[in-house]
């Protein structure tokens, strides 16, 4: 299992919007359900929303509905973040894992977002 790579954080205005990606090398993405948590400081990690391989959302957090668009790539093996009017209770470091690597304990660095003025 080689962790996801995470990028696209960054600081943002309240009301504002970003894109996080979620990457891998391994062939197996197109197999495997890609799930979006996100960790603030001293808090569990949790869980934001999922996307199916097909493409379905399977969850997605109350405080986020309306405001979060997840899609994926399988050819190019890239699932994505969209959050939109973000809030400052948005920031957090937000990470990608497949179901297996949420059970081996096997994370990415995370990409960290700030809302902020």
């Known amino acids: 299992q080689v962790p996801f790579v995470e990028s696209g954080g960054g600081l943002v205005q309240p009301g504002g919007s970003l894109t996080l990606s979620c990457t891998t090398s391994?062939?197996?993405?197109?197999?495997?359900?890609i799930n979006w948590y996100r960790q603030i400081p001293g808090k569990q990690r949790e869980l934001v929303a999922n996307i199916g391989t097909g493409g379905m959302i399977d969850y997605m957090l109350d405080s986020v509905k309306g405001r979060v668009t997840i899609s994926r790539d399988n050819d190019k093996k890239t699932a994505y973040l969209h959050l939109s009017d973000v809030k400052s209770e948005d920031t957090a470091v937000y990470y990608c894992?497949?179901?297996?690597?949420?059970?081996?304990?096997?994370w990415g660095q995370g990409t960290q977002v700030t809302v902020s003025s």
């Open positions: 894992n497949s179901n297996t690597g949420v059970k081996r304990g096997i």
């Open positions: 391994q062939d197996i993405f197109r197999l495997v359900v």
